[in-house]
C-alpha cells in the first residue's frame, strides 16, 4: 500500500511540474511598455493627424531615435511610441543593409502591437529586400487585412505587393495589384 501511495504522489507531482513547465500558446507575452511619462518618448500630438514626433530615446536594440523633426516624421496608425521607435530604428538598421537587427526591431514591434498594420508593412518590404517574396506578400495581405478603411496604407501595401510579384516573376499579379493599388 505504500509503495502505491508513493507511486501516486510522484505522478502527481510530476504531472503538476510538467504542467507548469508547458507553455500556453494562447497566451500573449507580457511586453515591457515604455510608454510612460518621463522616458524620453513624447508625441506632439500638433503636427497634424497621423504623425508622430519622437525625441531620442535608447531602445537597447543597438540604436537611438533622433527627433523626427530633423528626418522624416513616420506615418503611424497609432500613438505608441514604443512602436514608433521600433519602426523608424528598423527603417535606418535596413537603410544601413543591417536586415538582422531590422528584423528583430519589427519583431519586436510585432509583439508589442500585433494588430498595427504598419508593422507589416515594413516586415513586407524587409522581406521583399532580403529575396523571400512568398513571406513578404504573406506579411503584406496581412497588413491589408488590418489596413481596412486606411486608404492611403491601403494604397502603399498594394504597391508593394505588386513590387513583390513583379520581383518574384509574376507580371501579371504585379499587374493586378497595380490595379488595386490605383482604386484609392
Known sequence: MKKVITTGCGLLLTSLLAGCMGGNANINPIVEDRSAPGNGVTVDQNVGSDVAVTTPVDTGQGFTVINSQVAAPTPVANSNPAIIALLQGAREQQKQGDYSAAQSSLERAQ????RDPHVYLRLADLRRQ??????AEQFALKGLTLARGKSGLERKLWFLI???RSEGGDHSGAADARDKANLY
Open 162 to 164: 505588386a513590387d513583390i
Open 111 to 114: 509583439r508589442i502591437d500585433p
Open 130 to 135: 532580403q529575396g523571400q517574396y512568398l513571406q
